[in-house]
């Protein structure tokens, strides 16, 4: 079979809701034309996101049930320590309830004023927690990366040459880190190959350095070497992980992604004394060292979410579920990053929507006409979320890809969901020329997509 069957069956269901296009229409207008601010019960398909979203398995539902609250010392956290000691490998483990606080608890102990951190391409909240603390978030993808239509296998990859220009233009002592998102999100789910990661660590170890990772699709950045990468298809994924792993000194992770939960995360370090530091400031903002902001029950579902995602099966499906989508759209000649990458399909919102330039916000435009017309909701990697500001002019500087991102949930949504999302899109594709772009009415200083307002452009 080309594309695997569902490696699971259905044992509760959540209905969803119907909503008629009109009233679709009155509620991205009262929003402001943005889509974090819409009801997500009038959602059809909500391919928003995949973090916090996967549907969790039965044995993690059991293990809720196992939950031991206890301030100190909960028999959960001892589970996820030694689980993620297992897999990740690294000595000092500290949960936190995100991603992202997981970073900022990393930049706020390790970051100073003018410091830079090199990574294939920060995410938005991993490049808003550097410059928050006046540092300089610097992207280093291969070109390939940066191209949405290069077919080169491991596009995730760093560019060594890039990496090193950066550390001998800074200086080693202004780079207390340097990091490998996988797979790499903003530039399109795409995987890192492990050939890169071991150089990447060899240089950063050789200016005296320290290596991390942004763990959170680590499992899936695995599936593509064992897929892609000469040597490793004998492999078990845990065999990948750990040999991936052994090479970093420690990672930030949201277990939102491949934990396979709701919520939760982690930081960390093999350093004992960065690990002080940044347990000392979880009491102050998280908790306690033993729940770091979680539930014990939360913690008990990461353990057990963590071992599930190394599963072969599972993550065949996985890859394959986000492949048939983008074949399907593919084959009807619409504009997408290719080779489709590992949790979400991306369109190329540029080539798709050549007559609306960045500074109106292409992808923005396709985000709500799908609203509109089919009740799905992706959301635009582009312009809106990602471009910066040219400090002098203030005038906007668009990043290197305008995308929509369609986020696919892990265990949520069936082969047939992602045929009705690739007819929704096919329609859009065919009236494309009556799409108008947007401007912006009100938006907050940092990560500025989740709350602004938008007006269409006569
Ligand atoms: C996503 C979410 C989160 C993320 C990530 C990487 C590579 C860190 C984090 C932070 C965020 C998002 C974006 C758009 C809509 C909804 C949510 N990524 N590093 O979907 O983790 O969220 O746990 O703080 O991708 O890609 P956390």
């Known amino acids: 079979m080309r594309f695997p069957a569902e490696p699971f069956r259905i044992k509760v269901v959540e209905p969803i809701k119907n909503t008629t296009q009109e009233e679709r229409e009155r509620l991205i207008r009262e929003a402001g034309y943005n889509i974090f601010s819409i009801p997500a019960e009038t959602i059809y398909i909500d391919l928003l996101t995949d973090s916090g979203t996967s549907a969790m398995s039965d044995n993690q539902w059991a293990g809720l049930m196992l939950g031991d609250e206890s301030y100190a010392g909960s028999r959960n956290y001892y589970h996820f320590e030694q689980t993620v000691r297992e897999i990740f490998g690294f000595k000092n483990i500290i949960p936190t309830h995100q991603g992202r606080v997981a970073e900022n608890l990393l930049f706020s102990n390790i970051l100073k004023e003018g410091d830079v951190v090199p990574n294939n391409?920060?995410?938005?909240?991993?490049?808003?927690?550097?410059?928050?603390?006046?540092?300089?978030?610097?992207?280093?993808?291969?070109?390939?990366?940066?191209?949405?239509?290069?077919?080169?296998?491991?596009?995730?990859?760093?560019?060594?040459?890039?990496?090193?220009?950066?550390i001998k233009k800074y200086g080693a002592d202004r780079i207390p880190i340097i990091m490998l998102t996988i797979t790499n999100n903003s530039g399109g789910g795409q995987p890192v190959s492990m050939e890169n990661i071991r150089q990447v660590s060899e240089l950063a170890h050789r200016y005296g350095i320290?290596?991390?990772?942004?763990?959170?699709?680590?499992?899936?950045?695995?599936?593509?070497?064992?897929?892609?990468?000469?040597?490793?298809?004998?492999?078990?994924?845990?065999?990948i992980a750990k040999e991936m792993f052994g090479y970093a000194d420690g990672c930030t992770m949201s277990a939102k992604k491949d934990g396979l939960v709701n919520i939760g995360g982690f930081v960390a370090v093999n350093d004992d004394e960065w690990a002080q530091r940044i347990t000392n400031m979880l009491i102050l903002i998280e908790g306690f060292k033993t729940y770091g902001g979680?539930?014990?029950?939360?913690?008990?579902?990461?353990?057990?979410?963590?071992?599930?995602?190394?599963?072969?099966?599972?993550?065949?499906?996985?890859i394959?579920?986000?492949?048939?989508?983008?074949?399907?759209?593919a084959d009807q000649g619409i504009p997408i990053v290719k080779p489709i990458g590992?949790?979400?399909?991306?369109?190329?919102?540029?080539?798709?929507?050549?007559?609306?330039?960045?500074?109106?916000?292409?992808?923005?435009?396709?985000?709500?006409?799908?609203?509109k017309r089919a009740g799905i909701r992706a959301v635009e990697i582009g312009s809106l979320m990602m471009a910066k500001k040219d400090p002098e002019t203030g005038k906007m500087i668009p990043p290197s890809l305008e995308l929509v991102r369609l986020a696919i949930p892990r265990r949520v949504y069936t082969n047939m969901h992602m045929q009705y999302v690739a007819e929704a899109i096919t329609e859009i594709y065919h009236e494309?020329?009556?799409?108008?772009?947007f401007?912006?009415?009100?938006?907050?200083?940092?990560?500025?997509?989740?709350?602004?307002?938008?007006?269409p452009v006569d």
């Open 432 to 437: 494309r020329e009556k799409l108008k772009g």
């Open 210 to 239: 320290r290596f991390f990772f942004d763990a959170c699709r680590f499992a899936e950045n695995c599936y593509f070497i064992k897929e892609r990468e000469e040597g490793y298809a004998d492999k078990s994924i845990l065999e």
């Open 294 to 318: 979680l539930a014990g029950r939360d913690l008990e579902a990461i353990a057990r979410g963590l071992k599930e995602v190394l599963d072969e099966n599972y993550l065949r499906f996985r």
């Open 121 to 166: 391409i920060h995410f938005d909240t991993t490049r808003a927690n550097v410059e928050y603390h006046k540092a300089q978030a610097v992207d280093c993808v291969i070109d390939e990366g940066l191209d949405p239509e290069n077919p080169h296998l491991f596009k995730g990859n760093m560019d060594l040459n890039k990496l090193e220009a950066v």
């Open 439 to 455: 401007e912006i009415e009100y938006e907050a200083e940092f990560l500025r997509h989740f709350t602004a307002k938008l007006k």
């Open 320 to 329: 394959n579920q986000t492949r048939y989508l983008g074949e399907m759209l």
């Open 342 to 371: 590992g949790h979400a399909v991306y369109l190329d919102a540029r080539r798709f929507l050549p007559h609306i330039p960045p500074e109106q916000f292409p992808g923005q435009a396709i985000v709500v006409e799908l609203y």
